[in-house]
């Protein structure tokens, strides 16, 4: 099994999990972050780091957002590791808890 970053995580890419994950399975998007589920060890560390609370075991994704887990994997092809904590999007606070993110979705 592995973890899976959803929709919340969209236009507020809090970093505060990559620095727990022991394998640096999270890849940085523009706006997003996502986790490569061939590296991933399901060691649950990266979970309860999420402030957004937008990480789940790919068996416990919320109903409607399925797709992420295709699109990690497809994006954690394409985008660079990321393993050190940065500052979260300037209005990630603003956008924490909105619904039909996946259209901001910066690639």
């Not at 061939?38 to 409607?64: H, K, M, N, R």
């Amino acid at each position: 099994m592995t973890f899976v970053v959803t929709e919340n995580c969209i236009k507020c890419k809090y970093t505060d999990c990559v620095e727990v994950c022991p394998v640096d399975c999270f890849h940085e998007g523009p706006n997003f972050l996502v986790i490569d589920p061939e590296e991933c060890i399901d060691c649950t560390l990266c979970e309860p780091e999420c402030p957004a609370q937008a990480i789940f075991p790919e068996d416990d994704v919320p109903s409607g957002q399925e797709e992420y887990l295709p699109l990690n994997e497809e994006l954690s092809r394409i985008w660079p590791v990321i393993t050190k904590r940065q500052d979260p999007a300037p209005d990630a606070a603003e956008w924490d808890g909105k619904t039909d993110k996946l259209q901001y979705l910066e690639r």
